[in-house]
């Protein structure tokens, strides 16, 4: 509908598909939106969420403070659902006190967390009328594909889930499926514990030896992120951080590993420690911030380390999001004199032109081509190539996962620079990774050995078992 419109047909237009109360859509125009989004999930494979709202005795409203008063406090709530929502979502008045609200491409997670938005949206007090009168809403909620495959279906199972709510005290939400209401509520638990988490001192850095495979020598360290949780123990980026980066927990806890790896590093340096070069892994969303290279550059003063000092490590995914906006603030922070290491490179979606046009100083080769070495064929292939391609675009290479001594030895013969994997070091807390470089020790391999090394850097110990003056 790009033609334009007389102001009489867009009059007719907002009549026919907007509610004169609130400004939102109405039921055609949801209803109109939630058929199309079922089309394009259909062929996107993602989720998308039916929220039917219902205000809480809002009759009393009316009744107490009259009919004007109460349409602009739905106008006012209105506002709210709109402020709460992504520019993608609609919101839409069906008539009296009910909205609905359509999520595309959302998991049930998401839903959660917006329903949950919603609900202490529409509970702030109100600016108009009698104060002591505080609104709240009932919430249920269907997914599609789990629960129904019509828009008629979707609204009648989250208008069933709403009057579920409205059984059980009102004032919050639940979705139609148990399942999916379970799978959601430990989700919105696992977010909160992880948003704590940050507070409550709950994360550690492990620090992982980079080494030279010619001398031997630790050229870098890279930080590791770890949660130290109370009932789990330690857990591993795997386990919390897709759940960090849907929740943008990512960005804070992103510059919380900044900080913290390069603070820990120059107290290092001050105790007169070999300065080491310091590895940190760059989430796309922090690279998407707005002057994401200025922050990075903040931090670094305010920690006292030197940028010549940093390695970022971004993977494919990250750098290609966005390439022209990555390569600028790539180049923004090479000009500060930070490396640029591609992480995991081989597995994601990548084009040679763009990773040339980076300022890249090394590449780090995904441990699933060196699990390969050196049985797998087209394994070995691919790392000789990738090493030679590295060497003739001047980078650093590094093989990332080295367990064995026979990848070992396949990437000395092949030229690689550096590696990093259990076989030669694994990530440390700080203490045992200071007393290893403090040695200033090299790694030897054990040579006339039949046991796999790594067997032996599993032990207790760790990586000085294999280590000689
Ligand atoms: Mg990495």
């Not at 107490?64 to 709210?80: N, P």
Request: hydrophobic share 45%.
């Amino acid at each position: 509908m790009s033609v334009a419109a007389s102001p009489e047909i867009r009059d007719l237009r907002r009549l026919a598909y907007y509610d004169s109360v609130t400004g939102l859509p109405n039921r055609i125009l949801f209803r109109d939106r939630l058929v199309q989004s079922i089309e394009r999930s259909r062929r996107t494979g993602l989720s998308l969420a039916v929220l039917f709202l219902d205000l809480d005795e809002f009759k009393q409203v009316n009744d107490t403070l009259g009919h004007v008063t109460g349409d602009r406090v739905l106008a006012e709530i209105g506002q709210r659902l709109l402020a709460a929502l992504r520019a993608s979502d609609t919101v839409s008045r069906l008539g009296g006190d009910e909205f609905t609200v359509l999520l595309p491409d959302v998991a049930a997670a998401d839903a959660a967390g917006i329903a949950r938005k919603i609900i202490v949206a529409v509970r702030a007090p109100l600016a108009m009328g009698d104060p002591s009168i505080q609104i709240s809403t009932s919430v249920g909620i269907a997914m599609y594909p789990q629960d129904a495959a019509t828009p008629d279906a979707l609204l009648h199972l989250a208008d069933g889930a709403m009057y579920t709510v409205k059984a059980n005290g009102r004032n919050d939400y639940r979705f139609h499926s148990p399942d999916v209401q379970a799978l959601a509520v430990e989700a919105v638990r696992r977010e909160q514990e992880l948003r704590l988490a940050l507070d409550k001192g709950q994360f550690v850095l492990h620090y992982q030896p980079l080494f030279d495979l010619r001398t031997g020598r630790v050229r870098a360290v890279e930080a590791l992120l770890r949660w130290n949780h109370p009932r789990l123990g330690l857990l591993k980026p795997g386990r919390f951080l897709p759940l960090a980066e849907r929740s943008r927990l990512i960005v804070p806890l992103g510059e919380w590993v900044m900080t913290r790896a390069f603070g820990r590093a120059r107290a290092w340096r001050e105790a007169g420690d070999p300065p080491v070069r310091m590895a940190v892994n760059v989430s796309p969303q922090q690279l998407e911030q707005p002057h994401a290279a200025d922050r990075i550059a903040a931090l670094l003063i305010e920690t006292g380390f030197p940028p010549s000092l940093v390695e970022l490590e971004i993977t494919e995914t990250t750098a290609m999001a966005d390439p022209e906006k990555t390569s600028e603030t790539l180049a923004e922070l090479t000009a500060l004199g930070i490396r640029i290491a591609i992480d995991d490179f081989g597995t994601g979606y990548s084009s040679l032109e763009y990773l040339q046009r980076f300022p890249l100083a090394t590449l780090k080769m995904d441990r699933s081509f060196i699990r390969g070495l050196t049985d797998d064929p087209a394994a070995c292939t691919l790392v000789s190539t990738m090493i030679g391609m590295a060497r003739n675009m001047k980078l650093d290479v590094v093989a990332e996962g080295v367990e064995t001594r026979e990848q070992f030895e396949f990437l000395i013969a092949g030229g690689c620079d550096l590696g990093q994997g259990y076989l030669l070091g694994r990530p440390m807390p700080e203490v045992p990774l200071r007393a290893f470089l403090q040695t200033g020790r090299t790694w030897v391999p054990r040579c006339n050995r039949s046991t796999p090394p790594a067997a032996l850097a599993a032990g207790a110990g760790g990586p000085e078992r294999m280590l000689k003056s």
